[in-house]
């Protein structure tokens, strides 16, 4: 989120060009912006390349850190989104390609390494592949950083040195280093000038990831890389110094100590007064996590039996309400009425009140707390629900479902205001995009552009020159017969079900070891209640009483809209 000082200064306003020579100069709230502005689109970009969500995201974020690190360099400022855009795939293109078309990167020396793109050879390559990657495994994220920058993209040592703003002869030498590392890794011994391959060591476990997530303001690009959420993780309990976190995240102590430096001042990691380091954030360690999830899939069992008997009442008040004369019958309202109206927001308004403490304010005005844990295996991962919404208030706004663990696609977010009142003003009558321009003041040539993009990803539909939202709309009318019937049933699943599931969180947290950061459980016992709802709705699922959403799921298989300030999308906290 930009900081107010940007956003006072009217820069909301301002052209991407001028937003990129003002971050080339050190002003960080610009590039903020210009992260707002684009993430969608380099999220999407990465995701056509990746496939996976998770590894678009990662993909992006490492884009947005490259983008930064090279904004000085960029000649053409007003071509910044073309520019992100290269960035973005080649990032993607690195993750999904990994070490594949470089498996003799060892071979010395550096002018014969096989250009990119090159034919693969056939003769052992697989194997030869696992112990590359096996033995970068083994060198300091810098060091990883630096190898991958030269081998597999290309880049000369004064590029990378002016990338990672080091001395050009420090790249020459981690390249140097790190050869020499990775030849002892792999077993490789010269004999007369001819290397040959022995049997590869016994490979340390190297730095732990951490799959994470962020409650408030976007805390920019520090998280992005392993080496920071390594140390979170290393630093996640007790005070450690740079040295203890150096050798428990496998990297050289220089490194440490700089990427400790924006970390701590963005109150992700905190400084005691005898110069050591603690996470500023519950960061749980795989076994920690696995603990306090241990039963979030039995729970979920259980709220989804207890839910099934409401069924018959939450589709009859459905159908009191207009949806299905406006052509949503209650196929296409079970999923946006449990996910969201019971599951997500009915269980909020209806459970325990958690206590409202503001999220700390940190560097350039953002206000979050930051959680996550260990990445741990694909079975332990859970299912959860969340609210994405835009706009709303006294005008037109639209959300949707959103889950870690659910394996659909979800619409974008972010869009401009002008998408969201053309959506609006479908939501109001228009039936084309003359109406549509007429009702918001907008271009026919803009109202067209704009409803032209939500019909491409599903958000309208179109049947000859008429256009229709593929999402139900809930207005003042619903609240009097959907609100009563979603209270009293998420009322009872949380009193019976969640508040139970959850009310040990607290008790667990502080037994774990994270009793210095108790003004955020309350953050981890909302985040398990969603878990417990997202296991409910798997569980609905894989019985066959919610249908499968298709694969891939639809844009609006779980969106909803509203106009106004309705009782049905509001929650206290």
């Not at 910044?80 to 070490?99: D, N, V």
């Not at 920019?220 to 140390?231: E, Q, V, W």
């Not at 609240?479 to 009293?488: I, W």
């Amino acid at each position: 989120m930009a900081s107010k000082a940007l956003t006072q200064n009217g820069a909301n306003g301002a052209t991407d060009a001028e937003l990129v020579r003002r971050a080339a100069q050190g002003d960080a709230a610009a590039f903020d912006l210009l992260v707002l502005r684009h993430r969608q689109s380099a999220l999407s970009a990465a995701r056509a390349a990746l496939g996976s969500r998770d590894e678009a995201e990662d993909a992006a974020q490492q884009a947005f850190v490259d983008a930064f690190a090279g904004l000085p360099g960029l000649r053409e400022p007003e071509r910044f989104r073309a520019w992100l855009m290269t960035i973005t795939k080649r990032c993607a293109l690195r993750r999904r390609g990994g070490l594949v078309h470089w498996p003799n990167m060892l071979d010395l020396p550096e002018t014969v390494v096989r250009p990119l793109g090159a034919p693969e050879p056939d003769h052992g390559h697989n194997e030869l592949r696992e112990r590359v990657r096996a033995a970068l495994d083994e060198l300091s994220a810098r060091s990883r950083q630096v190898v991958t920058l030269h081998y597999l993209d290309g880049y000369a040592c004064r590029e990378i040195g002016l990338r990672l703003a080091i001395p050009e002869g420090t790249v020459k030498r981690i390249l140097h280093e790190s050869r020499n590392s990775l030849r002892v890794s792999m077993g490789v011994r010269t004999t007369g000038g001819i290397e040959t391959m022995t049997a590869t060591k016994d490979l340390k476990r190297g730095p732990r990831d951490m799959a994470w997530w962020i409650n408030g303001d976007w805390p920019g690009p520090f998280m992005s890389t392993t080496l920071a959420r390594s140390i979170c993780l290393a630093a996640n309990k007790r005070p450690k110094t740079v040295k203890q976190i150096a050798e428990l995240v496998d990297a050289n102590e220089q490194y440490v100590r700089e990427a400790l430096q924006p970390l701590v001042g963005e109150g992700l990691v905190q400084e005691t007064e005898n110069g050591r380091y603690r996470a500023g954030f519950v960061a749980l360690e795989a076994a920690d996590w696995i603990e306090v999830t241990r039963d979030v899939r039995k729970q979920g069992v259980m709220l989804a039996d207890a839910l099934i008997p409401d069924l018959a009442a939450l589709e009859a008040a459905w159908n009191r309400t207009p949806k299905p004369d406006q052509g949503f019958a209650w196929a296409e309202g079970i999923w946006p009425t449990l996910a969201i109206l019971v599951l997500n927001i009915g269980l909020k308004r209806n459970g325990v009140p958690l206590p409202q403490i503001e999220p700390p304010s940190r560097a350039g005005g953002k206000r979050y707390w930051a959680g996550g844990s260990e990445e741990v295996p694909p079975e332990h991962v859970l299912w959860c629900t969340g609210f994405n919404n835009t706009g709303g208030g006294s005008g037109f706004g639209y959300g949707y479902l959103w889950s870690y663990g659910m394996p659909f696609k979800r619409p974008a977010v972010g869009w401009p205001d002008e998408q969201r009142h053309a959506l609006g003003a479908l939501a109001d009558g228009a039936a084309d995009a003359d109406a549509v321009a007429q009702i918001t003041g907008q271009a026919p040539e803009q109202a067209r552009e704009l409803l032209g993009k939500a019909v491409e990803i599903g958000l309208v539909c179109r049947s000859g020159d008429d256009l229709a939202l593929t999402f139900p709309v809930f207005r003042e009318e619903d609240d009097g017969v959907l609100a009563p019937v979603v209270d009293k049933i998420a009322g009872r699943l949380s009193r019976e079900i969640v508040q139970d599931a959850t009310a040990g969180v607290p008790d667990l947290l502080r037994k774990l070891g994270y009793g210095h950061l108790e003004e955020q459980f309350h953050e981890w016992r909302a985040w398990l209640e969603g878990n417990v709802a997202g296991e409910a709705l798997r569980e609905l699922l894989n019985r066959g009483i919610l249908p499968h959403p298709g694969d891939p799921a639809p844009m609006s298989f779980c969106m909803i809209g509203w106009v106004g300030e309705l009782r049905l999308m509001r929650w206290t906290a």
